[in-house]
């Protein structure tokens, strides 16, 4: 079941967001302790404005290669 609201820390210059906060107050929380921790980097508190619902994941069997089929030889010409 997908999260209707949640939240993200991105340190600017940095790499994306590693999780998500399920509040914003815990958001705000590690944002500071980022900005703390990561001197003279803005930090920013992302809020989710739109999603749009992915389709179904499917899972599929092993995958075939040329080398995984048997080939017969041709029978010889009469």
Same mark, same amino acid.
């Given at each position: ?7 993200? &820390? ?8 590693? +999780?998500?906060? %399920? #509040? =914003?107050?815990?958001?705000? $929380? ?14 920013? &508190? ?8 992915? +389709?179904?994941? %499917? #899972? =599929?069997?092993?995958?075939? $290669? ?13």
């Amino acid at each position: 079941m997908p999260i209707d609201n949640f939240w993200l &820390v991105w340190v600017a210059g940095r790499g994306g967001p590693k +999780r998500i906060h %399920l #509040t =914003l107050e815990e958001a705000k $929380t590690e944002a500071r302790r980022l900005r703390e921790e990561v001197t003279g980097r803005e930090v920013y &508190v992302l809020a989710i404005v739109h999603r749009e619902i992915g +389709r179904k994941i %499917l #899972t =599929l069997g092993p995958r075939r $290669t040329r080398s995984s089929c048997v080939v017969e030889p041709k029978a010889a010409a009469c």
